[in-house]
């Protein structure tokens, strides 16, 4: 049995309301799947959720994951896409939050939840290479 690294432990506060990180990355991003966790070594595109944790725990340096609402823009650059768009988003939440099986357990990288991610918008902008960015804004509580 493969036992990931859960990510690391937070040393300084949480980023805080307005803040934002942004993380650009060559290929695709992970995308969700019905039948099988992205978290999964044996995934075949496991490789792409590590990339995406691994930068994703650099931007935010160190930092407790965020607890409030948290917005996302993504723009995917690639020829096509063998999956909606939509998918990739699926992925993109569950790779920056928490999580755990019988198997494994992953920390929080961005924010504890993907049910915080309160607003998304994505584009897909067809190119010959394959690239995305990602921009998460850490929102402010609305009363």
Known sequence: MIYP???PLAARS???PGESISLHLDGLPPFKEVRRSIRNPRHPRYEAFQRLREAAIAAMDGRECYSGAVGAVLRLYAPQLDRSIGDYAAGIEDTLDGSHGVHFT????VYQDDCQVCSWHSV??????MF?????????DVV
């Open 106 to 109: 992953y920390l929080p990288i």
């Open 5 to 7: 690294h859960p990510g």
């Open 124 to 129: 897909f902008v067809r190119t010959a290479e």
């Open 132 to 140: 995305y960015e990602l921009e998460i804004t850490f929102l402010p």
């Open 14 to 16: 949480a980023p805080k």
